[in-house]
């Protein structure tokens, strides 16, 4: 009762970009505070949105009140030192590791609101590839692809497969369908991770560091399908060390440090001779080491 | 009585027959060992701190306790709980007291059960703590529930990995079972003590028991080897 009144009577809170509310921003989740509404905003809700969020360990603070936009077919690109927190973001904004403070919003709908149930449906809408593949050891290529299939949308064991063949034949696998992760590459890994991940039709892509833990002669067939994803109009938000494959692909780098985005905008515009960002201050380090 | 003649009439018919009393006192004892570490272990590994807790007392206690000096109690000490019902309350609570006269079937499977399930649990957390977080991240990012999550990925996992020190443990507890002698079972290591004092053949009698064991650890090796075989994952320099 007490907090539907307090809904009623609580004025609508700020948003980046509100008209009625300029340079307001949004308001970081604490318990008994008004729920940060999207609704609130007459703007159309951006495909998701990532507001304040912040996490702590211990006394260390992981991330402090990052907020972020991703529009139906952006690729943001995150970039910066190790430790900075772009790993610990991604898991927030997927509720993994749910933030301490701040929320997500997948088409307007917070997730902090939701049940646990809900949650669920809130994490498949969202597609993760992870460093380190993290496929179904004791399951083969084609099941790793099925089993969310069958077990998380019910669906009928031969619609998961032939799915799950389709997925693998975009990423070029069709024909490794039956081998199990320790026979496979790692490139060819991280493809049936990206199958996996496309099979469950989410509605973004959190992309964390996908092509660190290879071979560098096995990042380019990785690269190929993140870019083939972009070029379909897949909205994504990657984490990488690749600059030079980024730049490229995207409109917006978000460099972070220290748990904070701390320069964002154009490659053209952070990466300029003389900018002086520290955006291009890291990305000259980090072609020194990688030659180009 | 000829020695051959000693074998075929006397120590090998005896034998069989304490041989399937000892089948019946191991197959049980198994499979109840193997499903209280389960719950344990997965208790102990995931359940919240007062569970864990709990259990690790019982742990504790079956795993640092002699495994003969519990079957004395669970089968001559128990039954004195109910005497003592009886004296406090009157031969009305008989039905109840009579519950803590075990048999020595029951006493014997429920101490190798019990004792067996602590060693198991251990096998069990230690695999489930052996199986990295990435997978479970994975699957719960796929859309999984916590408990699915658990069961269609971590479990498979670490059930092959708890594999070989469970059957291990199976292998302890055919040979442990002999102690169910001293509840007065007349399994196979009774039986054969039972003839050998009848008939002063000693050597004969031991000889041919632990021929008996090795037959049945051999075939319980053997089912194991082709059961981790058979879960074995291609490629898998660790499982196969």
């Known amino acids: 009762m007490t907090a539907q009144l307090q809904k009623a009577t609580a004025p609508p809170a700020g948003r980046p970009g509100d008209p009625e509310r300029p340079g307001a921003t949004c308001t970081p989740y604490a318990p008994g505070a008004p729920p940060v509404t999207a609704a609130a905003s007459p703007a159309p809700p951006h495909l998701l949105e990532a507001c304040g969020i912040t996490k702590t360990m211990g006394d260390k603070i992981l991330l402090h009140e990052v907020s972020l936009t991703l529009d139906r077919g952006d690729l943001k690109v995150l970039i910066g030192p190790s430790g900075g927190g772009k790993s610990t973001l991604l898991q927030c904004i997927h509720f993994l590791n749910p933030p301490d403070g701040g929320d997500v919003f997948l088409d307007g709908e917070s997730a902090r609101d939701m049940s646990r149930m809900n949650i669920c449906l809130f994490r498949r809408e969202i597609g993760m590839i992870f460093q380190d593949f993290n496929l179904f050891d004791h399951l083969t290529a084609r099941d790793n692809v099925a089993v969310a299939l069958r077990r998380v949308k019910g669906w009928a064991k031969r619609e998961a497969y032939d799915r799950a063949m389709a997925e693998l034949d975009r990423v070029g696998l069709a024909s490794r369908a039956d081998l199990y992760p320790a026979q496979l590459s790692g490139g060819q890994k991280q493809r049936v991770s990206i199958a996996r991940a496309l099979a469950m039709d989410p509605k973004v892509m959190l992309l964390d560091e996908p092509t660190s833990a290879l071979d560098p002669e096995l990042i380019g067939e990785v690269l190929k399908v993140i870019q083939d994803l972009h070029e379909g109009g897949m909205t994504m938000l990657m984490v990488t060390h690749q600059v030079g494959f980024a730049r490229h692909m995207t409109k917006e780098f978000l460099f972070m440090e220290s748990g904070r985005i701390t320069e964002s905008g154009s490659p053209e515009e952070l990466l300029r001779d003389g900018s002086g960002s520290r955006t291009s201050d890291f990305c000259s380090k980090l072609s020194e080491i990688q030659g180009g | ?240």
């Not at chain 2, 008939?199 to 194991?224: D, H, I, N, Q, S």
């Open chain 2, 1 to 240: 009585m000829g020695t051959l003649e000693f074998y075929r009439t006397v120590l090998f018919p005896a034998l069989n027959k304490g041989l399937w009393v000892s089948i019946q006192i191991i197959v049980p004892s198994a499979v109840l060992g193997v499903a209280i570490g389960i719950l344990a272990g997965v208790g102990r590994s995931l359940g919240t701190s007062r569970l864990s807790r709990a259990l690790d007392a019982y742990v504790a206690v079956f795993r640092g306790t002699p495994l003969v000096v519990q079957l004395m109690m669970w089968y001559y000490g128990l039954p004195t709980v109910g005497v003592f019902l009886e004296s406090q309350f009157g031969p009305g609570v008989s039905p109840l007291s009579s519950l803590f006269r075990l048999s020595p079937y029951a006493s014997s499977v429920t101490a190798f059960a019990l004792c067996s399930g602590a060693y198991q649990s251990e096998y069990i957390r230690g695999a489930l703590l052996s199986i990295k977080k990435g997978q479970y991240m994975a699957a719960l990012s796929l859309g999984f529930t916590r408990a699915q999550a658990f069961w269609r990925i971590t479990a498979p996992a670490a059930a092959r990995r708890a594999l070989p020190g469970c059957g291990n443990e199976i292998i302890y507890l055919i040979k442990y079972s002999s102690l169910a002698m001293i509840v007065t079972m007349s399994e196979l290591t009774g039986q054969a003590k039972g003839i050998a004092t009848m008939y002063f053949r000693y050597l004969e009698c031991y000889l041919a028991t632990a021929g008996y064991y090795l037959a049945l650890v051999t075939l319980a090796t053997w089912l194991l080897s082709w059961m981790e075989r058979r879960l074995a994952i291609p490629g898998d320099p660790g499982l196969s």
